[in-house]
């Protein structure tokens, strides 16, 4: 078999001879796999993972390994389309590219002429690509004058956590957890969200070391591990205090790391010792003698390395929970070694050239409003300044935003126009007056970096895109210069858009060409001595720029707003995991997934199903005040008593009654970084029909 790593378009004669194309897995996942595809006839016959690539290793999770069958879905949109019936029907008639785009452009331009802010960009990480997901469109939106949006809706609370502790999203280079002695697994099922990641925790554990898994699910991650501690949503920033008031009491500190390192510890010092285990146990649930054995396990195990993710921050106190744990290598000095420390991202590593893809200088001193993705509910719903225009792309909002009712009363608003970019007939695309068919990893050109290791990989396209689709890029380009703007920057093709990620000399494009990924260069121990990209260089437990916001320099527990226990009516906490089969919203359709997964789930602990007269397999309600959702109960071993799990996040319309578990979040934001509150939030379950 030929290896080309060539484009579709690139291979002539050579057609009926397989070849094979390197690409990257798009999705929201920290591991950013290498892909190999390979073509024949111009048809995808084959994916899998880049063995040449050592953090793909030839191995991909199950979802991506079906992306053929999700390309060739039969339900993929191949051509533009136009609604004709009420929004929200789903019902749409054919339309040309250039009937379409000419009647967006034009009502663009009439609302732009009124208040370009009335227009508003809706997109995240349906892929993750530099380039479909944040150059062309952003060029476009910025020259408009459209408002900004606030992308919060999944990491925020933390990435803003880290920033405010350790510089930014950086940490640990992920393949050196294969040396460390004992790994705490925080709020992470990383089997089935962090393959590759577990590949690595294995290898330690094989070779002596300790797993701890800190969740308040028993996942699949937390079976595999040595402990599980099943505390209670919301309580992490506790249990870290319990640990710190542990390694004061019994002296495992680094007390030089600490002096020379750090800033803010006697501060830190005193809020610590308000926590001792007994106190840290009550509030979170689960036994004092756990909290005083992995104080001991993490204060005299060298070197000591923490798995953060985001599962934990989805609440109100998840900014303050992410810097108190944070915190933690700190005080023990487990940054001297480059097996010790912590990761949550690893995206800050990367020194993407934003301003020349994005082109914020076409704002041209203007400065938009900011909506906020997480409250879309209620943006869609403002009367005041309403939002007259909604372009969604990367997304399904009204699967995935909280507190849904809301979101599809926004969205059915007959005054608002609303176009979608997309793949397939979501749950937001039933919604569009203009549905345009988007293309494939498969289909197009994009470069991208990753929040769980430290390369760079370039996605050549393999296939000629289906039907009419064509790249989010395309589409921006197209609306531009049906709108009149004429910057050289409007013409730059996908190819150039990928080549302009990265200033020139930073990142070798011609060695991403020929083997598909980069390795960005980076220290073995980032913080051995210290060199935190913070403003004092320092591990900041206080922070002054929080304290010049008016808020508290140094992290605390925020108790839920929806503290369990607080609530006679709903006195269950419910959180909601991704289904292990799905990734978000993404995969849902695709037949064999699904099928697997089987229905909308709600998993409970045997206690708390005998209370409520539910016996497994059986029909339940799930509401509060926002909403009711229903669907099939598992009494479950994974699920500690008084708290239930909404297993994630299904199509609406693919439910038992047009619902799914965001019916009941709220849209609440997090202390910090203005993020979601999906595990901040109190049910009621009972039998249902």
Not at 392 to 406: G, Q, T
Not at 461 to 490: H, K, Q, Y
């Amino acid at each position: 078999m030929a290896d080309t790593s060539s484009s579709f378009s690139s291979q002539g004669s050579q057609a009926s001879q397989p070849v094979t194309v390197r690409g990257a897995c798009p999705h929201d996942c920290p591991d950013t796999c290498a892909l190999v595809t390979t073509v024949q006839d111009g048809v995808a016959v084959k994916l899998q993972g880049n063995p040449a690539h050592a953090h793909t290793g030839g191995v991909l999770c199950t979802k991506v390994s079906r992306y053929i069958e999700r390309n060739n879905h039969a339900d993929r949109l191949v051509q533009p389309l136009r609604r004709f019936g009420p929004k929200g029907a789903g019902q749409f008639e054919p339309v040309t590219w250039d009937v379409a785009l000419d009647d967006i452009a034009a009502r663009l331009k009439a609302i732009a002429a009124r208040d370009p802010e009335a227009v508003l960009p809706y997109s995240y990480a349906g892929t993750m690509g530099l380039v479909q997901g944040e150059s062309m469109d952003r060029r476009f939106f910025h020259k408009l004058g459209a408002s900004l949006l606030d992308r919060t809706i999944c990491a925020t609370a933390g990435s803003e956590a880290m920033t405010y502790t350790l510089g930014g999203k950086v940490g640990m280079r992920v393949e050196h957890f294969a040396e460390s002695k004992l790994i705490v697994i925080w709020g992470s099922n990383s089997i089935g969200s962090n393959l590759h990641f577990w590949r690595h925790a294995q290898a330690a554990k094989r070779a002596g070391a300790r797993l701890v898994c800190i969740d308040p699910r028993k996942t699949e991650t937390a079976d595999k591990c040595d402990e599980h501690i099943a505390l209670m949503p919301g309580t992490d920033a506790a249990l870290a205090f319990a640990l710190m008031h542990e390694l004061i009491r019994n002296d495992w500190l680094d007390h030089d790391y600490l002096a020379q390192h750090t800033l803010g510890w006697d501060a830190l010092r005193e809020r610590a010792l308000q926590w001792p285990p007994a106190r840290a146990a009550a509030v979170c649930g689960v036994p004092e003698a756990q909290i005083v054995a992995l104080a001991r396990d993490y204060g005299t195990t060298k070197p000591a390395a923490i798995r953060l993710n985001y599962g934990m921050q989805r609440v109100r106190g998840g900014g303050n929970a992410a810097r108190a744990i944070a915190c933690l290598p700190a005080l023990v000095g487990a940054w001297r070694h480059r097996s010790g420390g912590l990761l949550l991202s690893s995206s800050g590593s990367f020194p993407v050239d934003r301003a020349a893809l994005q082109r914020p200088d076409l704002l041209a001193g203007r400065k938009p409003r900011t909506v906020n993705m997480s409250t879309i509910g209620d943006a869609l719903l403002e009367t005041v300044r309403p939002v007259e225009a909604l372009v969604v792309y990367n997304s399904n909002p009204v699967a995935v935003a909280p507190e849904s009712a809301k979101v599809v009363a926004g969205f059915a608003r007959e005054d608002l126009f609303t176009v979608v970019l997309e793949q397939f007939p979501t749950d937001t695309a039933d919604y569009a007056d203009y549905l345009l068919p988007a293309t494939t990893q498969l289909e197009h050109w994009d470069i991208h970096t990753s929040y769980g290791h430290t390369d760079v990989l370039l996605n050549r396209p393999a296939i000629a895109p289906r039907g009419e689709a064509r790249s989010n890029a395309w589409v921006f380009r197209e609306l531009a210069r049906r709108m009149g703007f004429d910057e050289p920057c409007f013409a730059d093709d996908d190819e150039a858009l990928c080549r302009s990620a990265f200033a020139p000399g930073v990142i070798d494009f011609e060695q991403l060409q020929a083997q598909g990924f980069t390795t960005v260069a980076l220290p073995e121990a980032p913080f051995a001595a210290g060199g935190f990209p913070t403003p004092s260089g320092k591990c900041e437990f206080f922070s002054a720029r929080l304290a010049a916001q008016g808020m508290d320099g140094l992290p605390d527990h925020v108790p839920n707003y929806e503290t369990a226990g607080s609530s006679a009516a709903f006195p269950l906490a419910m959180i909601s995991p991704p289904a292990r089969n799905f990734l978000n919203s993404t995969f849902v359709n695709v037949t064999s997934l699904r099928a697997i997964e089987g229905e909308p789930l709600l998993e409970i602990h045997a206690d708390d199903a005998a209370a409520r007269g539910i016996v497994d397999g059986a029909m339940v309600r799930v509401f509060n005040g926002r909403g009711t959702h229903r669907c099939r109960a598992e009494i479950s071993r994974r699920a500690r008593p008084g708290v239930v799990h909404g297993m994630g996040i299904w199509w609406r319309k693919l439910g038992f009654d047009g619902t799914n578990v965001n019916e009941l979040t709220s849209q609440r934001l997090t202390d910090i970084g203005r993020g979601p509150t999906f595990y901040d939030c109190l049910v009621q379950v009972e039998k249902s029909a």
